[in-house]
């Protein structure tokens, strides 16, 4: 554009011909100017800022209610496609390229960008100094930045102005080729560098602030998620520093300056947003706002009990003077404050910020206050914690409704059609744990992740009756999820088990109690004791000099999965496919995301892992299935062999043989059979071995009680007796119901299922009970077996459940109690216990791998005590590593880190 004549008033018809058929700068190579219908990038700036306008206005307009309704104060601190932009520029002809529709858009870009981010950024720091007045260092680090903001903006918007208007008597086309243009320019990428640098100084500020209060994680992260919305202006200000780039070394300006003002009006946008985040947090928490209105009267249609409700809470209905319940306090008589100089300065209420108040004297604001005990609302954000109080109230309500014709309670939640389900999508595990510490002493009630209903009950009387109605209540609807979600099955396959098919029933239950328990468990038994001691004798471990192993949980894992496999499936597997057990446990790490039914391409890898498992499985099982000697399970056929494995696998692998249960599925079988046999009995074993090395003095009485069962010349067990042994019962119970957090799934199959005269459960209702969560009842322990309790429940106690034998109903004296804290053997009891400690499931259902699991814990604790001798490295050390005594929902209870361990072989075949 420098070759064109800056005045054009006196052009002749002929000259302004030839500009207006010439383009402003040579077209690329091969393309042709169209200067009547040229390629625009213009929609694209229209359709993002259009939308990122449209979520600013909605945050202003609320800003201005909360300042002209709700507090009724303004403070200082509230602060279209013309021409041919987005058009390449060779599609532009000189004529077109001097018209103002295009000249003064850019101009205006120019120009107020700088300003705007003047009083944007400006009001960030303003808002610092408010909410964190109490704050020495940050209100100096605040002041730095308000003075630097306004002192940097103002010289940019003033050199800015100065380079980008035109002088007296200058065109506007005439300024576009100036040196003062080329000026403004080259200010461009730096000024953008400068808007990042401070983005980052306002966003660090609060959260150096906040993490350093004493509060709880959870409410320290959701303060820092609010202020952390000024991310997105930080990545807006990256994008601009980029395009910006773009725009100073191409010369095709109008079609490279669309995505830099897409940018900057992003960053304008969400600088906005986030400017007025704390005013929508007030009008979220103000009881008079026409959100909380709004949001109570979708609530209450939900539940149809608007009136009700409403007309309670106005009245303090929910009061209760044991503090346990929500409790309306108001506070009245009081002037009216002058914090409400600005709605800005009460965003340290708004945040829950009460480290900041500090003394003010008179300035309490006149507003009603909902406090709730931390069992009720917890200590969330302030945003979420006013967005759930009247799903709270709701619970209540339904807690508190007359018997006969109670409604099962839905748990507080945050959004109404969806319920939970957003919380259950970041982690189940860890969200069904927070529920439970929250709300598990008034269940029954249920948690809804959108139209599906989970009932979670903690009475034992409920799941005695749950476990006993067997018909009614069954597990089929989960191993259908598990199946198809987790054991990737086939369609086809897993319509079999929708549809209850018997056969697959009778080899999930019936098949595996015959070959699991009783006389043919102590064959199968025998077959794991030969494997796992054969794995420690490829150790190479010498009598007379102590290895070290530098992770007991690294070696359990290793060597007894090692001996299950080959147990289960034969040893020929593990020579054909090396791998496949550190596969498994690839896969085993992946479960959550497996039973979260994740789709395939938001985990492609996790996926990838089990795939690469099924496929080792498969072509196994193919080779297997080859055999001819595979169908072989009659009684004179032998129980386990090394190529096919152990009669129950093969038995239940051809009984599985039928139309709709291919290769594909019977592979999914079997990765379900491995499942089963260790992902919760490498963890139970592991604290077994655990707790023996830990307390030298159980350590001792469970060698005494091994080696009465045990034929060193034959290095042999009798491991029905040894697994009847009155202290290992008790210490088995025990690792169960401390050490394993396993949910219980059952689902209603019939209609108006009645949990007792209050509840009624409806058809498809899924429920769920907790083990970890029972074990800690220390009130429902207590009802059970008063003595069962001596010992905290959150304190290991391998004899916990031992009862004299002169006493079998489980009363005690203090002289029975303190006989009871000894390891002198007594009689094993679980009576009155079933519906506490339910780590195996319960009723017809209950596991039919327990008596296995049993055994292999028993088993490998039996081998290490008597065939080697073990010691912790560091006892103190290893003490820190045992998780802490609280609740958690399910999965594997590990050890804080790693314990090492030293070890060595006996001598003299076995004697102590």
């Not at 897993?494 to 098949?511: M, P, R």
């Amino acid at each position: 554009m420098a070759q064109i004549n800056p005045s054009l008033a006196n052009a002749s018809p002929e000259v302004l011909v030839y500009l207006s058929n010439t383009s402003a700068i040579p077209a690329p190579e091969g393309v042709t100017s169209n200067f009547a219908n040229p390629e625009s990038n213009a929609s694209i700036q229209i359709k993002v800022t259009s939308v990122m306008l449209g979520v600013m206005l909605l945050f202003v307009i609320n800003r201005l209610y909360v300042k002209l309704i709700l507090t009724k104060k303004v403070t200082w601190d509230d602060g279209a496609q013309r021409g041919r932009l987005g058009v390449h520029l060779w599609n532009i002809s000189f004529f077109q390229a001097s018209s103002l529709d295009l000249l003064i858009p850019i101009w205006l870009t120019a120009v107020l960008t700088p300003i705007t981010f003047l009083f944007l950024k400006t009001s960030f720091f303003i808002l610092y100094l408010q909410i964190f007045s109490q704050l020495r260092w940050l209100k100096i680090y605040s002041w730095i930045g308000l003075v630097l903001t306004a002192v940097t903006y103002t010289v940019l918007t003033i050199c800015v102005w100065v380079f980008s208007t035109p002088g007296k008597g200058e065109s506007w086309l005439a300024q576009q080729t100036s040196d003062n243009e080329k000026k403004a320019l080259a200010m461009s990428v730096p000024q953008s560098a400068i808007g990042f640098v401070l983005d980052l100084y306002i966003l660090v500020i609060p959260v150096v602030a906040v993490s350093g209060l004493h509060m709880s994680t959870k409410r320290k992260i959701g303060i820092i998620l609010v202020f952390a919305s000024g991310l997105m202006a930080c990545v807006c200000s990256v994008f601009s520093i980029y395009y910006r780039h773009q725009l100073d070394h191409t010369a095709d300006v109008t079609y490279a300056i669309i995505p830099v003002n897409i940018a900057t009006l992003c960053e304008m946008f969400v600088g906005i947003i986030c400017a007025c985040m704390p005013a929508a947090a007030f009008a979220a928490r103000q009881e008079n706002s026409t959100y909380q209105k709004l949001i109570r009267s979708t609530l209450y249609s939900f539940t149809s009990i608007k009136s009700t409700i409403w007309g309670s809470r106005s009245k303090s209905k929910f009061s209760n003077s044991s503090g346990s319940d929500t409790r309306i306090r108001r506070t009245e008589n009081y002037p009216e404050p002058d914090l409400l100089k600005s709605t800005d300065r009460k965003y340290l209420h708004y945040f829950n910020l009460d480290e900041f108040k500090g003394t003010v004297g008179q300035n309490t604001i006149n507003s009603v206050t909902i406090h709730a005990s931390k069992d009720v609302i917890g200590n969330g954000p302030g945003i979420q914690r006013q967005l759930d109080v009247d799903s709270v109230l709701l619970f209540r309500w339904a807690k508190r409704k007359n018997a006969g014709t109670k409604k099962l309670p839905t748990a507080p939640y945050w959004l109404p059609g969806l319920y939970h389900l957003p919380e259950l999508g970041q982690g189940s595990s860890a969200f069904f744990s927070n529920i439970l510490k929250r709300y598990g002493h008034v269940a029954p009630f249920l948690i809804r992740a959108g139209p599906i209903r989970f009932l979670i009950i903690t009475d034992p009387n409920h799941i005695r009756k749950i476990f006993q109605a067997s018909k009614e209540i069954t597990p089929k609807i989960f191993h259908v999820h598990v199946f198809s979600t987790t054991m990737g099955s086939p369609r086809e396959a897993v319509a079999l088990y929708a549809a209850g098919n018997k056969d697959i029933e009778y080899a999930h239950l019936t098949l595996a109690r015959q070959y699991l328990s009783g006389t043919s468990l102590t064959s199968i038994s025998d077959i794991y004791l030969g494997a796992f001691r054969r794995n420690l004798t490829r150790m190479n471990l010498e009598p007379n000099k102590w290895t070290t192993i530098p992770d007991l949980y690294s070696f359990v894992k290793l060597q007894v999965s090692q001996a299950i496999f080959e147990t289960l499936l034969g040893s020929e597997i593990l020579e054909q496919y090396p791998g496949v057990v550190n596969k498994y446990w690839e896969f085993d790490e992946n479960l959550d995301i497996y039973m979260r039914g994740l789709p395939r391409f938001l985990a492609p890898s996790v996926y990838a892992t089990r795939d690469r498992l099924l496929n080792d499985l498969k072509n196994w099982l193919h080779s297997l299935e080859k055999q001819s000697d595979c169908s072989k399970i009659g009684p004179e056929d032998p129980v386990w062999d090394e190529k096919l494995g152990s009669k129950f696998f093969r038995h239940r692998n051809n009984l599985l043989s039928f139309p709709g249960m291919d290769l594909d599925a019977r592979t999914s079988e079997a990765l379900a059979i491995l499942l089963a046999a260790n992902s919760n009995t490498i963890p139970s074993t592991f604290w077994v071995v655990f707790e023996a090395l830990k307390n030298l003095r159980l350590q001792a009485s469970l060698s005494r009680d091994i080696d009465k069962f045990y034929d060193p010349e034959a290095k042999s067990y009798d491991m029905a007796k040894l697994c009847a042994v009155p202290l290992l019962q008790s210490m088995h119970a025990e690792i169960g119901r401390l050490r394993m957090a396993i949910p219980t799934a059952r689902s209603s199959e019939t209609s108006d299922f009645r949990l007792d005269e209050d509840y009624v459960i409806s058809k498809g209702t899924r429920i769920i009970v907790f083990s970890h969560s029972l074990a800690f009842n220390t009130v429902a322990w207590a009802r059970a077996r008063p003595q069962t309790i001596i010992k905290p429940l959150g304190e290991f106690w391998a004899e916990r459940f031992l009862i004299p034998e002169k006493n079998v109903t489980g009363n005690t004296t203090e002289n029975q109690a303190t006989k009871t804290s000894s390891f002198v053997p007594k009689r094993f009891s679980m009576e009155g216990l079933g519906a506490l400690h339910i780590t195996f499931g319960g009723g017809h259902h209950l596991c039919p791998g327990r008596h296995l699991a049993k055994s292999i814990q028993i088993g490998t604790l039996a081998i290490l005590l008597s065939e080697y001798e073990m010691e912790l490295i560091d006892p103190v050390m290893a003490e820190r590593m045992t998780p802490p005594a609280q609740p958690k929902a399910f999965g594997a209870l590990m050890p804080g880190g790693n314990v090492p361990i030293r070890i060595r072989r006996r001598t003299g075949s076995g004697n102590k």
